[in-house]
C-alpha cells in the first residue's frame, strides 16, 4: 500500500498491555515530534521524526485491534502519545477517525503546546485528553521545557470550554514544580475551569539508559525520584487546595 | 486479619523441621504382604494398610487443632517400597538423599538396605515394568559404543554431558585452577555410582526419549463420598454389595474394603485416646478443652459423618493422610474442591453461631499449612531439585460453578483466599473462574499475589467442554478438580492417573534429522523416515515430524499399558477405591477399572521449542534459503560449534508467543494432531488416553538430554516449559502471548496445559495494577484459555535470593502448575525461572 504523505504517522514505538495511560489495558502508539524540548522528557526518540517508522493509520490501527478483546474486558482502547502527537494535526487526526470506525475508546496526551485549531481539529474524536501542566510560572516553565506554558494554559482552557474530558497531569519533580507556590498556582488555575482532580506522574530515572543509547546528554542527571514524604506532602498540599491528587503507589 | 500466632508457630516449626526418611510404613506394609503373599491383590494391599495404620507411630503437635501424621518424623515421605521408584533412588542415589540433608536412623538404614530392599528385588513395579519394556521391544537401548559416544560428546561436548551426573563438576571443565582439580576428583570418585545409576535407570527410558514413571496416582480422593457417609457407611455398602458379589474376586474386593474402613476407625479411635491422655496431663486449661476437642472428634470422623466443620476438616485431613500413607509419597492425591466440600459444615455452623470466621480461619490456616507437610524424594539430576515442603502436590480446587452450572463462590472461598495469604507457603491452589464468577473475585487472587505466589487461575468453560468432549456427564464435568498441576479431573468418580507418561515433541525432530535415532540415546528407536536432505519442501518435513510422533505417541502409551496392567495385578488400593465412585459398585479395584471414568494421559513437552525450530526451518531452509538441510543437521550435531552467527540468525526467526499468526497455526496444528493421535489411545482399562503439555517444572532436566534445536537452543539447555513460550521469545508483552495461546483449541487438551507468565516488574503495587491483570486473566479466558498463573517476583530479588538463600527461605514461586521455594530449588530451575521473560516496567 502506498504512504499517503499527508496523513502517514510517523510512529517510534506501539506499547501493547499499556496500564498507566487511561482507562483499562491500552495499546499506546507514540507519534515523533514535539513543540517542547523538557529536560525530564522519557521519550527522547521523539526528538528525532527521521528515525521513527513511517505507517498508514490503517496499518496502526490492524495493529492495535490485536488486543480489542482486552479492551473489551476492561474499557481501554488506543493511546496516542509522542512526542506530541498533536503537533502535525493532519496523520492524528486520520488515525483518530480510523480508530473510530472500528469503535475503538480514545485517549490522546498532549503538551498543550500546540495551535488551538490542531485542537479543535480532534475534538470530536478524542474520548479522553491527558494535558500536563508541568509549570506554572511561565518564565520557570520555559527553563524546563524551552517553552512559555502561555499555549498550554489556553489550551487548558480551550479544552475545559468545549466540554471536553480532559485528565490533567503534573510530572511530580522533586525540586522542580513541588514548591508550595507552584502547588498553590496549579489550585487556583484548575479551580478557575471547575477541576478538582488531579494524577501527579512521579518522576523516575528509567528513561535515562535511552539518552545514553541515543549519544544524547540527558540535562537532569542528578534528580532523584519523588520519596514516600515528598510524595505525602505534594498531596496534602493539594488536597488542602481542593485539588484529589492520585498518585500511583512506590 | 493476620496469621494466627498458633498457626504462625506451627509454620516456624514445618519450616525449621528436618528431613527424614521414616520406614515405618516401608516394613509394617512389607511385613504384611510377606504373609499375605499369594493372596487376592486388594486382601494384600487391606491387610498391609490396617498393618501400617495399627502399628504406625502418632503423635499430636503443639498448637494442632486438626491431628493427623503420615510418618514418624514431621516431615517423612511415606515410602512404598513395592512401587520401585523409592528403592531405586535408595539403591543407586542415597548419598544425593543425604547429602540434600535427609536423615536416616541407623536401625532404619539397616532395615531399608538388609531387609526391604531385598524383599522387593524383582516383585516391584518398576522391576516387572523393566522387564515387560524389554520383551515388547519399547525400551530404549543406550548405546554406548565408541561410534555412538563419539557422537553424543560432538551432540553435547563434554561440559553439559558432565554437567547431567554432577552440576558443579561442569562448571570446572576448562578452568584452570585447584578448584578445577578437586571438582574433578569429586567427579571421578562419583563416577562408578553414577555409572551404576545410568545403567539401572536407562532400562526405564522409553523409545524415542519418552517416560513412563513407576507411579500412576494424581487422583482426586472421594471426600464428599467419606464426608457425608463416613467410612461406616462405606464399609455398610460394601457389605451389601457383596450379597451380590458373582467370583471370588469381587467378594476378595469387598473384603478388603471392609478392612480399611475398620483400619479407618481404628487409625482415628488411636488419635483420640492419645488426646485424652494429653488432656489429662496438660496444666494449660485453653490446651486442655482444645484436646477434648480433638478426641471428641477423631472418635467420631472419619468413621461417621462429621456434625461440625471442625469434624468435617478433620475428616478430610484423615482420609487424606492415610490415602498418601496407603500410596507413598509422589503421588499427587487430591483433596478437590474443598470450599464445596466444607461448605455445608461452615454455613450451618455460621449459622447456629457455633462458629465465627475468626475460628474457622484459623482452621483454614492450619488445614493449609498442613498440605505442605510433604516432600517427594527425588535425587538432584543436572540441577535439578524438587525436594522442596508442599512439593508432593496435593492441590486445592477454589470457585467455580456448581453441577447446576451456578456460580459456587462463597465466603469460604474469601476465607480460603486469606489463608493461603496468611500462610505464604508453597501451597497448590487452583481458582476456577467462570463467566458467572463474581466480579471482585478474580482480582482478589490477583491482589494475594502481593503476599504469596502460589494461586492458579483456570477457566471453567475450556475445561467443562473438555471433560463433556471426554465422556462426562455435564453435571460430573462441572464438579471438576485439578489434580496434580493442572490437570482437570472428575470429583471423587474418576481414575485418570493424570501424570508420569511423556513425551518431548523435539526429540521428533531429533529423530526426523537422525533417521530414527535420538541423539542421546543412539540405539535404533523408530522408523527412517529419509534423508533430511532430500527433503524439497516444509511439508514434507513436517510429515516426517508427525510421522515420528505418532511412533512416540504409540510408544508411551503401550508402555503406559504394560505398567498399568502390573498395578492391576499385583498392587491394589481398596482405601482410595472405596471412595471413588464406580469401584463398590462394580466391586473392583480403581487399579482393574472400576471407578466410574477411566482415563490414562499422555504429556507433550517442548512445545515453544519445537514450534519455534519448525518455523526457523521453513523460513531460513525452505522460504530463504539461507541454509540446506545439510548444514542445519551438521549445525545441531555440533552444538552450533563455530556457528555462533548462524546459531543467532536462527534464533532471531519468528517465534511463537509474539502473536504472529503463521507461527501460531504451526502451534495449533501440531496440538490439534498431538491430540488426536492421543486420544486414539485405549489404556489398559478400556478409557481412552487424553493430552496434556504440562512440564512438572522438568523442562531444564528434560532439555539436558536434548541435542541443539534449530530455533537456536544449545544442547542441553532448557526446553519451553509447558504451553509458554520459549524463555527470552516473546517480545511483545502479556497480551501477544495470550494472543498466540488462544489460536490453539485449549478444548482438546484434556489433562490440561499450563502457561506461566512473570508480571511486568512492580505491577501489582498498584490496584490499577491488580485489576489490569485481573482483567488479562478475563480476557485470556474469553478467549479459550484453560489455565495461567503469574510469578510476581522480579529478576533483582531473585538474584538476591540465590546469593543469599537463607534470607529469602520463603520466596515462593510458581514453577509449573504447582509451587516451589525458589531457594530449595536446583540452580539450573532457578535460572529457568529467572530467564522465563520478566516484561519491562508497565507504561
Redesign the interface.
Known amino acids: 500500500m502506498s504512504l499517503n504523505a499527508e496523513t502517514a504517522c510517523r510512529v517510534f514505538d506501539v506499547?501493547?498491555?499499556?496500564?498507566?495511560?487511561g482507562p483499562?489495558?491500552r495499546t499506546?502508539v507514540f507519534l515523533a515530534g514535539c513543540p517542547l524540548r523538557c529536560a525530564f522528557c522519557q521519550n527522547p526518540e521523539s526528538f528525532r521524526p527521521d528515525a521513527a517508522d513511517l505507517m498508514t493509520p490503517r496499518a496502526i490501527i490492524a495493529e492495535v485491534l490485536?488486543?480489542r478483546?482486552?479492551y473489551?474486558?476492561?474499557g481501554g482502547g488506543l493511546t496516542v502519545s509522542g512526542g506530541d502527537p498533536l503537533l502535525h494535526v493532519a496523520p492524528v487526526r486520520a488515525l483518530l477517525e480510523e480508530a473510530r470506525r472500528n469503535d475503538l475508546h480514545t485517549c490522546v496526551q498532549t503538551s498543550g503546546a500546540v495551535p488551538e485549531a490542531n485542537l479543535a481539529a480532534v475534538l470530536g474524536l478524542v474520548d479522553l485528553f491527558q494535558l500536563d501542566l508541568k509549570h506554572m510560572d511561565a518564565r520557570r516553565h520555559r527553563a524546563l521545557t524551552g517553552a512559555s506554558n502561555e499555549r498550554v494554559l489556553r489550551a487548558a482552557a480551550f479544552l475545559a470550554e468545549r466540554g471536553a474530558a480532559v485528565q490533567f497531569r503534573m510530572p511530580l519533580l522533586p525540586g522542580v514544580n513541588d514548591d508550595d507556590e507552584n502547588l498553590g498556582a496549579l489550585a487556583r488555575f484548575l479551580a478557575g475551569l471547575s477541576v478538582h482532580a488531579l494524577e501527579l506522574v512521579p518522576y523516575h530515572r528509567?528513561y535515562l539508559d535511552k539518552y545514553a543509547s541515543l549519544g544524547l546528554e540527558p540535562r537532569l542527571r542528578d534528580l532523584q525520584p519523588p520519596s514516600a514524604a515528598d510524595r505525602e506532602r505534594v498531596v496534602d498540599r493539594l488536597r488542602r487546595h481542593g485539588v484529589a491528587a492520585r498518585i500511583?503507589?512506590? | 486479619m493476620p496469621l494466627h500466632p498458633k498457626n504462625a508457630a506451627q509454620k516456624e516449626r514445618l519450616l525449621r523441621a528436618e528431613h527424614w526418611l521414616c520406614m515405618e510404613r516401608a516394613r509394617f506394609y512389607t511385613e504384611a504382604h510377606r504373609e499375605t503373599e499369594g493372596q487376592h491383590p486388594s486382601l494384600c494391599a487391606g491387610r498391609a494398610l490396617q498393618r501400617v495404620l495399627e502399628n504406625m507411630t502418632i503423635r499430636i503437635e503443639p498448637d494442632e487443632l486438626l491431628v493427623g501424621n503420615r510418618a514418624s518424623k514431621r516431615i517423612a515421605p511415606p515410602i512404598a517400597p513395592e512401587r520401585g521408584d523409592f528403592t531405586f533412588v535408595f539403591e543407586h542415589l542415597f548419598d544425593d538423599l543425604k547429602a540434600f540433608g535427609y536423615r536416616i536412623d541407623p536401625r532404619d538404614e539397616r532395615l531399608l538396605f538388609e531387609e526391604l530392599i531385598p524383599y522387593w528385588k524383582g516383585k516391584t513395579v518398576r522391576d516387572a515394568k523393566i522387564v515387560a519394556l524389554k520383551e515388547r521391544g519399547l525400551s530404549s537401548h543406550l548405546d554406548v559404543s565408541p561410534k555412538e559416544l563419539r557422537r553424543k560428546l560432538r551432540s553435547f561436548g563434554v561440559r553439559k554431558l558432565l554437567r547431567l551426573v554432577d552440576d558443579g563438576a561442569a562448571e570446572g571443565v576448562g578452568e584452570r585452577s585447584v578448584a578445577r582439580v578437586r571438582r574433578a576428583v569429586r567427579l571421578a570418585s562419583h563416577l562408578p555410582r553414577l555409572a551404576r545409576a545410568v545403567r539401572a535407570g536407562a532400562g526405564d527410558n522409553l523409545k524415542g526419549r519418552g517416560r513412563c514413571t513407576d507411579t500412576q496416582a494424581h487422583i482426586v480422593l472421594g471426600h464428599e463420598k467419606v464426608l457425608s457417609l463416613g467410612f461406616s457407611g462405606i464399609r455398610e455398602q460394601a457389605r451389601a454389595r457383596k450379597d451380590r458379589a458373582t467370583d471370588d474376586g469381587e467378594r476378595a474386593f469387598l473384603d478388603a474394603v471392609e478392612i480399611v474402613c475398620d483400619a479407618m476407625r481404628a487409625f482415628s479411635e488411636r488419635f483420640a485416646a492419645l488426646a485424652r491422655g494429653e488432656a489429662a496431663e496438660t496444666s494449660d486449661p485453653a490446651r486442655r478443652r482444645e484436646l477434648e476437642s480433638i478426641a471428641e472428634a477423631c472418635g467420631r470422623v472419619p468413621w461417621l459423618p462429621p456434625r461440625s466443620f471442625a469434624e468435617a476438616v478433620q475428616s478430610m485431613w484423615f482420609t487424606q493422610n492415610a490415602a498418601i500413607i496407603s500410596y507413598g509419597a509422589g503421588s499427587g492425591i487430591t483433596p478437590g474442591r474443598v470450599d464445596q466440600l466444607l461448605h455445608p459444615w461452615f454455613s450451618a455452623d455460621v449459622a447456629s453461631g457455633a462458629l465465627d470466621r475468626a475460628h474457622a480461619l484459623r482452621l483454614l490456616e492450619e488445614f493449609v499449612i498442613k498440605l505442605n507437610d510433604n516432600v517427594v524424594i527425588w535425587p538432584n539430576i543436572g540441577g535439578v531439585q524438587l525436594n522442596h515442603l508442599g512439593s508432593d502436590v496435593e492441590n486445592i480446587t477454589l470457585g467455580g460453578v456448581d453441577a447446576q452450572g451456578d456460580d459456587a463462590t462463597s465466603e469460604l472461598t474469601s476465607l480460603f483466599i486469606e489463608a493461603l495469604g496468611n500462610t505464604n507457603l508453597a501451597t497448590t491452589a487452583s481458582f476456577r473462574v467462570s463467566k458467572g464468577s463474581p466480579r471482585d473475585y478474580v482480582r482478589q487472587v490477583v491482589a494475594v499475589h502481593r503476599k504469596t505466589n502460589s494461586p492458579a487461575f483456570l477457566n471453567d468453560e475450556t475445561a467443562i467442554a473438555a471433560l463433556v468432549r471426554d465422556g462426562y456427564s455435564l453435571e460430573d464435568a462441572r464438579q471438576y478438580c485439578l489434580v496434580g498441576c493442572v490437570e482437570p479431573s472428575g470429583n471423587g468418580d474418576t481414575y485418570g492417573a493424570t501424570g508420569g507418561s511423556k513425551v518431548y515433541f523435539p526429540s521428533a525432530l531429533d529423530l526426523v534429522f537422525n533417521r530414527g535415532k535420538t541423539t542421546f540415546f543412539g540405539s535404533q528407536d523408530g522408523v527412517d523416515t529419509g534423508d533430511p536432505a532430500e527433503m524439497r519442501s516444509f511439508d514434507e518435513l513436517l510429515a516426517a515430524f508427525y510421522r515420528q510422533l505418532e511412533s512416540m505417541v504409540e510408544w508411551v502409551t503401550e508402555a503406559t499399558n504394560l505398567r498399568d496392567a502390573i498395578w492391576a495385578e499385583r498392587f491394589h488400593n481398596p482405601l482410595i477405591s472405596c471412595t471413588i465412585a464406580g469401584c463398590i459398585e462394580r466391586a473392583m479395584d480403581m487399579t482393574a477399572g472400576g471407578a466410574r471414568y477411566n482415563f490414562g494421559s499422555v504429556g507433550g513437552g517442548g512445545l515453544g521449542t519445537v514450534v519455534d525450530s519448525l518455523a526457523a526451518v521453513r523460513r531460513f531452509v525452505f522460504e530463504e534459503k539461507a541454509l540446506t538441510m545439510d548444514e542445519l543437521r551438521e549445525a545441531l550435531a555440533t552444538d552450533f560449534r563455530g556457528r555462533e552467527g548462524l546459531r543467532r540468525r536462527l534464533a532471531s526467526g519468528p517465534r511463537f508467543g509474539n502473536d504472529l499468526q503463521e507461527v501460531d497455526d504451526l502451534a495449533r496444528d501440531l496440538v490439534d494432531r498431538f491430540c488426536a493421535m492421543v486420544s486414539a489411545r485405549k489404556t489398559f482399562c478400556g478409557g481412552r488416553y487424553k493430552a496434556s503439555l504440562i512440564s512438572y517444572g522438568l523442562n531444564v532436566y528434560e532439555g539436558a538430554l536434548e541435542p541443539a534445536t534449530p530455533d537456536g537452543r544449545g544442547a542441553g539447555e532448557p526446553l519451553s516449559n509447558s504451553m509458554s513460550p520459549s524463555n527470552g521469545a516473546e517480545r511483545r508483552g502479556p497480551t501477544a502471548v495470550l494472543n498466540s495461546l488462544s489460536r490453539i483449541d485449549q478444548t482438546r487438551i484434556g489433562y490440561g496445559n499450563s502457561l506461566n507468565m512473570r508480571l511486568p516488574l512492580g505491577i501489582l503495587r498498584s490496584d490499577k495494577g491488580v485489576e489490569s491483570v485481573a482483567h488479562l486473566v478475563r480476557a485470556y479466558f474469553d478467549k479459550g484459555g484453560f489455565h495461567v498463573q503469574f510469578n510476581a517476583a522480579d529478576t533483582a530479588t531473585l538474584r538476591a535470593a540465590q546469593k543469599d538463600p537463607a534470607a529469602y527461605a520463603d520466596l515462593i514461586v510458581r514453577v509449573s502448575g504447582y509451587s516451589a521455594y525458589f531457594t530449595r530449588l536446583g540452580r539450573r530451575i532457578q535460572d529457568d525461572i529467572i530467564g522465563r521473560t520478566e516484561l519491562s516496567p508497565c507504561h
Open positions: 506499547q501493547r498491555f499499556s496500564i498507566h495511560d483499562g489495558i499506546t490485536k488486543d478483546d482486552y473489551a474486558v476492561s528509567l500511583e503507589p512506590l
